[in-house]
């Protein structure tokens, strides 16, 4: 299947700073990609969607302002949590879709976030 | 909101078929039922979908009622490292396009 590299796999960063998650397709050109949070022993929870060149569309309840998602080409996406807090703190994942992935959607490895 | 619903945990000998049963009764004619699994700390893995026929991959076979209310996800020979949650999802490939995830089967494969 088509490969989705999330970097970094793992963050620690204190409380107030800004820290910044990168999703990159690989092989393939994506033109949608999704971004989720999971915290410990529940579901993932769709955050935003982005498609390439055009504003994220959040989903209700999360704050655009704290998570801030530019998707600028066709292989890379980022999600910046802005002055992060402890409650913060959980697995971000991100997914991705293009022209050449058919009707399927791949996900990155993750990236767990700790804020102290 | 998620449109499925699965058992939260199910339990398969080692080298036996694991059948995940999933209810989407509200589903639309343009959903699709796809299936990913997510082993611990990992981003999920799709493992296949399907829209009303019966589907096998080199994975999995996905079973779809004729009425597409409901839906069986057959691991034919399940080994250790199946151990994952499972979720079944529907999605709409004309609309937003996004998965929307539920709670999923803890499928746990014993030795």
């Known amino acids: 299947g088509a490969v989705v590299s999330q970097h970094p796999s793992r963050v620690i960063c204190k409380s107030g700073t800004s820290v910044k998650i990168e999703c990159r397709s690989l092989?393939?050109?994506?033109?949608?990609m999704f971004w989720y949070r999971q915290f410990p022993k529940q579901s993932l929870m769709l955050m935003a969607t982005?498609?390439?060149?055009?504003?994220?569309?959040?989903e209700q309840g999360v704050e655009k302002d704290k998570f801030l998602i530019n998707h600028a080409s066709l292989t890379l996406s980022t999600l910046t949590v802005t002055s992060a807090h402890p409650e913060d703190s959980s697995f971000y994942i991100c997914?991705?879709?293009?022209?050449?992935?058919?009707?399927?959607?791949?996900f990155g490895s993750g990236t767990q976030l700790s804020v102290l | 909101d998620a449109k499925t619903t699965q058992p939260p945990s199910m339990d398969c000998a080692e080298g036996r078929a694991a059948n995940l049963p999933c209810n989407h009764s509200?589903?639309?004619?343009?959903?699709?039922v796809y299936w990913y699994r997510q082993i611990h700390s990992q981003g999920p893995q799709y493992i296949i979908h399907?829209?009303?026929n019966n589907e096998t991959n080199e994975m999995a076979s996905l079973i779809i009622t004729e009425d597409r209310k409901s839906s069986t996800l057959i691991l034919p020979h399940a080994t250790l490292r199946d151990t994952a949650v499972y979720y079944c999802?529907?999605?709409?490939?004309?609309?937003?396009?996004?998965?929307?995830f539920g709670q999923g089967t803890r499928l746990t494969i014993n030795p």
């Open positions: 509200t589903i639309s004619g343009n959903e699709y």
């Open positions: 982005s498609n390439e060149g055009s504003k994220a569309t959040y």
């Open positions: 997914s991705a879709t293009g022209t050449t992935t058919g009707e399927k959607l791949f």
């Open positions: 999802i529907v999605r709409d490939l004309q609309g937003a396009q996004k998965l929307v």
């Open positions: 399907g829209l009303k």
């Open positions: 092989d393939f050109q994506a033109t949608t």
